[in-house]
T-cell receptor
Framework: AQSVTQLGSHVSVSEGALVLLRCNYS??????LFWYVQYPNQGLQLLLK??????LVKGINGFEAEFKKSETSFHLTKPSAHMSDAAEYFC?????????????FGTGTKLQVIP | DTEVTQTPKHLVMGMTNKKSLKCEQH?????MYWYKQKAKKPPELMFV???????INESVPSRFSPECPNSSLLNLHLHALQPEDSALYLC?????????????????FGAGTRLSVL
């Protein structure tokens, strides 16, 4: 079974500071990894995904994540936080099961940006 | 266009009411999903439709009844709900690849329906 663990349910950073949200995965096969963002009272929006190929993945809004197989990690980073980045972030891993695509979400990390 | 549209955005209903949630996508996706999300929790899968047929029912109570009238529409019919069913209900869709589904494909989510059961 595949799983993801997000370390830290709440992360606070100052505006302009580095954002680092941690995600570790467990998978017996090469994983497909995603980061989604959820703004208050909104659905989930895809930030970026890793499937194969380049291990450093760039996404929307200046976010990027690096797939590190040796560390089973897929941490999300952004060099400089903006107030608009305040949201809930979910790391996810997908698999096929029962003929459909199954998404396993982490428990989420709420990012607070302090002015 | 990567939009999944859900209506209504908000819904308040009593425990004896019957209501329906609607989800629509025009991306040609052949898999559609209903998720339930409680506050401060990740989404939990409820139902999966693939090629307009119900593939997965994650042990959801019968007071929730899904329907997929065509490849673009997905409904969730609600009847005799309980206050603990209050949550954000999210719809998602993903494409197939050659009549099958791939784990690497993206699920696109709607903005959700915020349901309150009184």
């Amino acid at each position: 079974a595949q799983s993801v663990t997000q370390l830290g349910s709440h992360v606070s950073v100052s505006e302009g500071a580095l954002v680092l949200l941690r995600c570790n995965y467990s998978s017996s096969v090469p994983p497909y990894l995603f980061w989604y963002v959820q703004y208050p009272n909104q659905g989930l929006q895809l930030l970026l995904k890793y499937t194969t190929g380049a291990t450093l993945v760039k996404g929307i809004n200046g976010f990027e994540a690096e797939f590190k197989k040796s560390e089973t990690s897929f941490h999300l980073t952004k060099p400089s936080a903006h107030m608009s980045d305040a949201a809930e972030y979910f790391c996810a891993v997908t698999s096929l099961g029962g003929g459909y695509q199954k998404v396993t979400f982490g428990t989420g990390t709420k990012l607070q940006v302090i002015p | 266009d990567t939009e999944v549209t859900q209506t209504p955005k908000h819904l308040v209903m009593g425990m004896t009411n019957k209501k329906s949630l609607k989800c629509e996508q025009h991306m040609g996706h052949r898999a559609m999903y209903w998720y339930k999300q409680k506050a401060k929790k990740p989404p939990e899968l409820m139902f999966v439709y693939s090629y307009e047929k119900l593939s997965i029912n994650e042990s959801v109570p019968s007071r929730f009844s899904p329907e997929c009238p065509n490849s673009s529409l997905l409904n969730l019919h609600l009847h005799a709900l309980q206050p603990e069913d209050s949550a954000l209900y999210l719809c998602a869709s993903s494409q197939d690849s050659g009549n099958s589904f791939l784990a690497k494909n993206i699920q696109y989510f709607g903005a959700g329906t915020r349901l309150s059961v009184l």
